[in-house]
């Protein structure tokens, strides 16, 4: 197939050059994990030119999370083959935000440098105010803070046609739902072991933890696309 734009996406296609920059890597790195069958392959298009789509870079940041948890490359490469190939971006996001889950909360203090890196993008005053709001930075002396776990959320809400009011109030929505799920269902769990040993009630928290996150992502996924289908069909039925 010959076009500009991956199948199913609708943004635009960006060049090897982009897609690195846009993940945080090198086009090195991006050349390599090809090689090794972690990314699909470009679309080609005019001229010959390979571009890539929002599925690339959901697998390269997924990549990266594997990474800071300590897999190697060959684990990986088995994570990642295990997944279906038909994954949008937004599925691989959620794979993401599970395997994130697995991670204890990490700040690690860097320069802009490392920054505009991590973020594989270039932060302006104005966008480090939002993320500073949002704390997933802090300014440290002539360095930051970063919280690991809400950087790429935050680098990505920044593309969100949503004033920063808007982005803060769902923020304190989210936290406090979630805090509300997990305080009943740590209740729950807790009726169900309360007869086990420590061990086995630790064993059974490492195993939980992922599920139910995914289960969380899961069920809100499909809740909200509910309401905005709703939203939309009033939306169309008013005009």
């Known amino acids: 197939m010959t076009t500009d734009t991956p199948t199913g996406t609708e943004e635009p296609a960006l060049t090897i050059d982009e897609l690195a920059a846009r993940a945080g890597v090198t086009v090195r790195t991006v050349r390599f994990y090809g090689t090794r069958g972690l990314l699909?392959?470009?679309v080609i298009g005019?001229?010959?030119?390979?571009?890539?789509?929002?599925?690339?870079?959901?697998?390269?940041?997924?990549?990266e999370e594997l990474q800071h948890q300590g897999m190697t490359l060959a684990a990986i490469e088995r994570y990642m083959q295990q997944l279906p190939a038909e994954l949008s971006a937004h599925d691989l996001a959620i794979h993401r935000a599970v395997v994130a889950s697995w991670a204890p909360d990490v700040v690690e203090r860097m320069d802009p440098d490392?920054?505009?890196r991590?973020?594989?993008?270039?932060?302006g005053d104005d966008e480090l105010e939002r993320l500073a709001a949002m704390d997933v930075v802090r300014r440290d002396g002539d360095a930051y803070r970063v919280?690991?776990?809400?950087?790429?959320?935050?680098?990505?809400?920044?593309?969100?046609?949503?004033?920063?009011?808007?982005?803060?109030?769902?923020?304190?929505?989210l936290i406090e739902h979630s805090r509300a799920a997990a305080r009943e269902l740590s209740q729950l769990f807790r009726g169900e072991v309360a007869q086990r040993d420590a061990q086995d009630v630790k064993s059974l928290s490492a195993h939980m933890e992922p599920l139910v996150?995914?289960?969380?992502?899961?069920?809100f996924q499909r809740s909200l696309k509910e309401e905005l289908r709703?939203?939309?069909?009033?939306?169309?039925?008013?005009?």
Do not use: C
């Not at 991590?118 to 932060?123: F, I, Y």
């Open 40 to 42: 699909p392959p470009p």
């Open 46 to 63: 005019p001229r010959r030119v390979g571009h890539y789509g929002p599925e690339h870079v959901a697998r390269l940041a997924l990549i």
């Open 213 to 219: 996150v995914q289960a969380l992502l899961t069920t």
């Open 118 to 123: 991590r973020a594989g993008r270039a932060l």
């Open 114 to 116: 490392e920054l505009r």
């Open 147 to 173: 919280d690991l776990g809400l950087l790429r959320l935050g680098v990505g809400l920044l593309d969100v046609p949503l004033s920063q009011e808007a982005i803060l109030a769902s923020r304190k929505v």
């Open 230 to 239: 709703e939203w939309t069909s009033e939306v169309g039925g008013a005009s």
